[in-house]
């Protein structure tokens, strides 16, 4: 089945610093990959989306690029926040549609961030 | 817009009792799905709703069970509740056409059985 692997965290960085989050993951077909963060308390928020190979995402400075050949979506930003600290997930849901795949996001566990000033 | 509603925020439920959870997705969207949320396992799929059908189902004992209204609405509920049952229990709404490519979270319902 599908499944999706994480750097081991927690990861805890100074302002500034340059983050990278790793994700690799093991799929049929052609998955969409999606980096999600959620914040303590509070639900997943999606940060960014890739559909196809190749794809880069990008939003609020983070970026993930889709590369097939290494079936990875590393998590990148440059200067990070405190303000980003949170936890941060990677997912996929499976490309081709149908069966179980309806619906589906397939997560890794959560790498924990926390950034200090 | 609107984004995803979940109700409630918290519940308290003793062993044995049933619980009902609530998710309203985002508007034109037709697809929830339900994910449970524990520190030990992470982010399980529990099922998938569509058009007031389940087209998807998770590895969940039949306690756990689900619907959907016409308004696409959706429901969950846990009937003989127990202790492992505690966990942050979250909807998320999408278009619903074939898979997932954009999917919008709640805030999620923290259920905690005592």
């Known amino acids: 089945g599908n499944s999706v692997t994480q750097m081991e965290g927690p990861v805890t960085l100074s302002e500034e610093a340059f983050l990278t989050i790793n994700c690799t993951y093991t799929?049929?077909?052609?998955?969409?990959l999606f980096w999600y963060v959620q914040y303590p308390g509070e639900g997943l928020q999606l940060l960014l989306k890739?559909?196809?190979?190749?794809d880069k995402g990008s939003n609020k400075g983070f970026e993930a690029t889709y590369r097939k050949e290494t079936t990875s979506f590393h998590l990148e930003k440059g200067s990070v926040q405190v303000s980003d600290s949170a936890v941060y997930f990677c997912?996929?849901?499976?490309?081709?549609?149908?069966?179980?795949?309806?619906?589906?996001?397939?997560f890794g566990q959560g790498t924990i961030l926390t950034v200090h000033p | 817009k609107a984004g995803v509603t979940q109700t409630p925020r918290y519940l308290i439920k003793t062993r044995g009792q049933q619980v009902t959870l609530s998710c309203s997705p985002i508007?034109?969207?037709?697809?929830v799905s339900w994910y449970q949320q524990t520190p030990g396992q992470g982010l399980q799929f529990l099922f998938e709703?569509?058009?007031?059908?389940?087209?998807n189902k998770g590895n969940f004992p039949g306690r756990f069970s689900g619907r959907q209204f016409s308004n696409s609405r959706s429901e969950m509920n846990v009937s003989t509740l127990e202790l492992g049952d505690s966990a942050l229990y979250l909807c998320?709404?999408?278009?619903?056409?074939?898979?997932?490519?954009?999917?919008?979270f709640g805030q999620g319902t923290r259920l905690t059985v005592v």
């Open positions: 998320a709404s999408s278009l619903g056409q074939g898979a997932v490519t954009e999917a919008f």
């Open positions: 799929a049929t077909g052609y998955p969409s």
């Open positions: 890739a559909t196809k190979a190749d």
């Open positions: 997912a996929l849901s499976e490309g081709m549609g149908g069966g179980t795949s309806y619906g589906k996001l397939t």
């Open positions: 508007s034109g969207h037709r697809s």
């Open positions: 709703y569509f058009s007031e059908t389940q087209r």
